[in-house]
């Protein structure tokens, strides 16, 4: 049929596999091709229906038994199936219905009607479904494909089947669904049928957080992704943070004049982990330095190996006389001079630390921070010099190499999850790159707890 410059085809579907598993239509509709589909289902009779199956089961018996038909095999097969719809109907309370389906394509010219014709037939005999082209009845199946609930007397005994109200769920034919919010970002398009998919992780009547994980292969394109999340959040406003093991966020950061803040043996930025920060904590909350020492004992276990319940107790012990000789306690007050909030440089740094491990209990430790206070890590030992209040924060770790990499994103993980912290009301992010460094076989429980405490605390903040 041609209407206004556009050609239609008809298909009518006249048979179905016996047992079908899947949903009938979901590689039809999961496809380009303009199509408009129409199914029709008939309630048939309780009772007709149960006393013509019996009527049907008595004389198919018989053939059975006496062999008169030439096609037995068949006959045997309709035979069980009548008695599986009656069982169905009479034991399950199902109902019998006839199925009609009727499918129209449209295409702006013949050849591209008859490749898309050929491309449907396929697609429906790969799910064992029989098709007819509606030659001579193209206006019926036409006007039976419109939204008119006509289902056209001269198509019904080609098209019509039997299904129990148990099959109709294979012919349920939503089976994907766009994702649009209006306020959200473009983050792709639905692999069911390129859709563009927009979604504001933001929006807390809809989503319960804004929590996400990237997976992929080896240059699947995670990052990239990531990059285009950065962007398209930055023009919205959000402040965000980035941990970046692997230097790929230098050209989007010098782009949108974010701070890079870098560390490494030739940096010349530094952080002081041992800063207690005042949004360390939220307002209206207490324990400054009992938050601290709780992030600290991640962080030295990182630096020790791991410590034993005895050993955390010892090094907390030293911590708490390392920052009580700065005039800090658990006092919060300790923390305040003339209304202010104390500076990096009223904090301790790693050397005082290595400077009161001097007992045969601590030798250890103090060994092991030798790197940190003379070696090769000294950059560690050094107070803040930095101001971290910019929309786009990137921490630059990949000088630390792979061996001292999880030192690095502990640090940044912890730095900015005291930014993100300091004000509920606005939107946040923070992107761990390559966390599977802090919480996989390199790292131990006290820091996967650490990065599990976060992402629970976002979620329940509904932060991102």
Same mark, same amino acid.
């Given at each position: 049929m041609e209407i206004e410059d556009t050609y239609y085809s008809s298909l009518i579907v006249i048979n179905y596999e016996r047992e079908q598993s899947d949903l009938l239509l979901k590689t039809l509709i999961d496809t380009n091709v303009k199509i408009n589909i129409s199914m029709f289902y008939e309630k048939q009779d309780l009772y007709k229906t149960i006393k013509d199956l019996t009527y049907y089961i008595?004389?198919?018996g018989v053939d059975i038994k006496d062999e008169k038909s030439q096609d037995i095999d068949l006959v045997a097969f309709a035979h069980n199936d009548a008695k599986y719809i009656r069982r169905e109907m009479q034991v399950? &309370?199902? $109902?019998l219905y006839f199925l009609y389906i009727y499918i129209t394509i449209a295409a702006k010219d013949k050849k591209e009607l008859e490749y898309m014709l050929n491309k449907i037939e396929g697609l429906l005999q790969s799910k064992s479904m029989q098709t007819k082209r509606a030659y001579f009845r193209q206006e019926q199946a036409f006007i039976s494909s419109l939204p008119f609930m006509i289902n056209h007397m001269d198509l019904k005994e080609s098209a019509k089947r039997n299904v129990l109200t148990s099959g109709l769920v294979s012919t349920?034919?939503? =089976?994907? &669904?766009?994702?649009f919010d209006k306020k959200g970002i473009f983050v792709g398009t639905n692999i069911y049928n390129n859709s563009l998919v927009f979604i504001d992780r933001y929006d807390t009547d809809k989503y319960k957080n804004a929590n996400m994980c990237i997976f992929g292969t080896s240059g699947a394109g995670k990052s990239f992704y990531t990059k285009i999340m950065i962007l398209r959040y930055?023009?919205?406003?959000? #402040?965000? /943070?980035? =941990?970046d093991p692997d230097r790929e966020y230098h050209s989007?950061? $010098?782009?949108l004049e974010g701070s890079l803040l870098k560390i490494g043996p030739a940096s010349e930025t530094f952080i002081n982990i041992l800063d207690i920060r005042e949004e360390s904590i939220e307002e209206g909350e207490k324990g400054f330095l009992a938050s601290k020492i709780s992030k600290l004992i991640g962080f030295f276990n990182l630096v020790f190996g791991g410590v034993n319940e005895e050993e955390k107790a010892i090094l907390e012990e030293k911590l708490i006389e390392v920052y009580d000789k700065k005039g800090i306690n658990f006092q919060d007050e300790s923390l305040y001079r003339q209304g202010k909030f104390k500076t990096t440089r009223d904090m301790p740094i790693l050397e005082d630390l290595y400077n009161i491990l001097d007992d045969k $209990?601590?030798?250890k430790f103090k060994i092991k921070?030798?790197?940190f206070i003379k070696g090769s890590l000294k950059f560690f030992n050094n107070y803040t010099n930095i101001q971290i209040d910019n929309q786009l924060m990137i921490a630059d770790v990949y000088e630390l190499g792979e061996d001292n990499l999880k030192y690095g994103m502990y640090l940044f993980t912890e730095l900015f999850w005291d930014k993100i912290k300091k004000d509920r009301n606005k939107k946040k992010s923070i /992107?761990? #790159?390559e966390i599977w460094r802090l919480i996989g076989v390199t790292s131990n429980k006290e820091v996967a707890s650490f990065i599990y405490k976060i992402f629970k605390t976002i979620r329940k903040y509904r932060w991102k």
């Open positions: 008595g004389n198919s399950n &309370s199902e $109902n349920y034919p939503f =089976i994907s &669904s766009s994702i930055y023009l919205l406003g959000i #402040d965000q /943070y980035i =941990i989007i950061c $010098n782009a $209990n601590t030798i921070l030798l790197p /992107y761990l #790159d």
